[in-house]
């Protein structure tokens, strides 16, 4: 419970298609609508078939009145792994619609996915962000996060689809 | 195959504690012994126990004439997901015995990763790197990673497990 009428809970395959519009509308935030190319059936079926590729938390907006409901937020996460430590959790992307900033509902479901990390065990959170921003990194500090690509020196790597095609075919 | 008498193959149950072994000459290697903390049991439960937190490859080598076989190798990796492009592969460490180096071992085992990703329609592999290990990084870049800390400005946080625990009491 984010606030007093907002749920934060699993995402079900009929939400898909309300998370695949606030990815885009981050996408706009970020100034890249054009990389979100994700379908709505490839949400679905990543979350929710045989093997679940990631797993999302969404806020609800809920009304007595007129039982309809509306989703203002979501988070996507997945496990990760340590050799030394063993199991942890990574937080993807997490959104809350600009109206309804400023009411901790982004702290919400961050601090829900956390506690998924502990009941699953895991002796860590991990996550990136923008080194230019600067909002973002002051509120991952004062929660007791650290930058480790500063602090260790941990650089991210990635090969994309042309190249990870090309090196596994080498 | 990765040379002559090395097979990479999906990890079993009873690769375990050769992989541990592994892991700890690993954090010998990397001057952080103390933090190799995983147990043999937490490593098994975790791959093949009912949800698998992380997958695992080993290179074996096996001799006809005794019909004895070693463990020389290894990597783990999970998959990883991206709200914009969808599902990714996630390398966490791989390893060559020092004594089995420079055949192309290391090579064949990232990418038999890479294919593993390509089989499961993965649109990226990421990892990290020290960013000192010129070596390491060298080796990426020539395979087509790129560095995305540098050329991006991400950076990796993380919560270690108190302050996770703290923050998902909070």
């Known amino acids: 419970m984010a606030s007093e009428n907002v749920v934060i809970r699993a995402a079900r395959p009929g939400d898909c298609e309300e998370i695949l519009r606030m990815i885009k509308e981050l996408a706009v935030y970020e100034k890249m609508p054009e ?3 994700l379908t709505e059936e490839a949400l ?6 045989d093997q679940p590729y990631y797993r999302a938390l ?15 937020g979501y988070a996507m996460y997945y496990f990760c792994y340590c050799p030394w430590l063993g199991r ?3 937080l993807e992307d997490f959104y809350v619609e600009p109206a309804h900033r400023g009411r901790g509902i982004g702290t919400s479901i961050m601090k829900e996915v ?4 502990v009941k699953h065990r895991c002796n860590k959170m991990q996550w990136v962000c923008l080194n230019w921003n600067d909002v973002a990194i002051k509120f991952y500090k004062k929660h007791g996060g650290k930058d480790v690509t500063v602090e260790e ?3 991210l790597f990635r090969m994309d689809q042309q190249e990870l095609t090309a090196f596994a075919r080498e």
């Open 114 to 117: 956390a506690k998924i990390g």
């Open 44 to 49: 679905r079926d990543d979350a929710f078939g």
């Open 88 to 90: 942890g959790i990574y």
């Open 58 to 72: 969404v806020a609800e907006v809920g009304s007595n009145l007129t039982d309809r409901t509306k989703l203002i």
């Open 35 to 37: 990389k979100a190319t």
């Open 153 to 155: 020196n941990w650089h």
